[in-house]
């Protein structure tokens, strides 16, 4: 069991087979906290080896679904930053990984912001139905810092042009650029069609066997899966070395205090 605080920060409700899991820590936008990653670590182990979950749909209260990392947290917390890195990665990797080879198919259901290793986790899923209230960044290289580990999964669901350009400009971006991209399955215009969109999809799952949707959901997988057994590590050490730096330091340190950062400052760019 994963090592979490007493606050309830992440929620499962079950119904006709779908296995519902809430992020539910508004207040800090569902930030990548020790909290929300052990219990989210927690509920996807559950539902994986429940035989009566037929699918997952991964979901959040609040206007973000993910903000990314906790830097906060990460900057308080009494760890080195090479030690604060460690963990941090290690419990994003083993998120996306439980994601990537759960047995039940993932369904993202997203209407609100979507950052840094949010991002990582809506790759990582088997369709992403979002509405019109979604935008998503990668602000990871405006922090001195890079998409490390979640480009694991965004590689190879993101057409390559689009993974440069908002890999590099830290840029917003909405549901239908993302659909575009292939980040997205479904881009609605009605935030109320979001849960209809998704309650058709569950109940078209409902009629493959579990045996169909294992053995499927492993060939659809299989680029991802090669990428982690093949770059997890390595994506692991530079992720715990840029965070350890100096210059993430200032980055991460301008974030929290709502200024710009050094390399920023009187240069008339915005960040």
């Known amino acids: 069991m994963a090592d979490t605080t007493s606050d309830t920060v992440v929620t499962r409700s079950d119904s006709g087979g779908v296995a519902t899991i809430t992020l539910d820590s508004p207040a800090n936008r569902n930030a990548l906290s020790p909290a929300l990653t052990g219990q989210l670590r927690d509920h996807l182990a559950a ?104 480009s694991l999964t965004l590689l190879p669901k993101m057409d390559s042009r689009a993974a440069s350009r908002y890999f590099l400009t830290g840029e917003k971006f909405g549901p239908a650029q993302a659909q575009e991209m292939g980040l997205v399955t479904i881009a609605v215009d009605d935030a109320d069609a979001v849960g209809e969109t998704v309650a058709g999809l569950t109940a078209n799952i409902a009629k493959a066997s579990p045996q169909g949707l294992r053995e499927s959901k492993k060939v659809v997988n299989t680029v991802t899966r090669e990428l982690f057994d093949r770059l997890a590590d390595q994506r692991r050490d530079e992720s715990a070395a840029l965070f350890a730096s100096d210059e993430a330091r200032e980055g991460m340190t301008a974030f929290l205090q709502r200024r710009e950062p050094s390399w920023v400052s009187g240069s008339g760019v915005s960040a």
């Open 47 to 150: 539902v994986d080896g429940d035989t009566s979950v037929r699918s997952v749909v991964l979901t959040h209260t609040g206007g973000t679904f993910c903000a990314g990392a906790d830097l906060s947290a990460a900057m308080t917390s009494g760890l080195s930053p090479e030690e604060a890195s460690a963990a941090g990665t290690e419990a994003m990797t083993a998120i996306l990984r439980a994601i990537i080879t759960s047995s039940k198919p993932v369904i993202a259901r997203i209407d609100g912001h979507v950052r840094a290793g949010g991002l990582g986790i809506v790759g990582a899923c088997d369709i992403v139905v979002v509405g019109p209230s979604t935008t998503f960044a990668l602000t990871e290289a405006r922090l001195g810092l890079a998409p490390s580990m979640i």
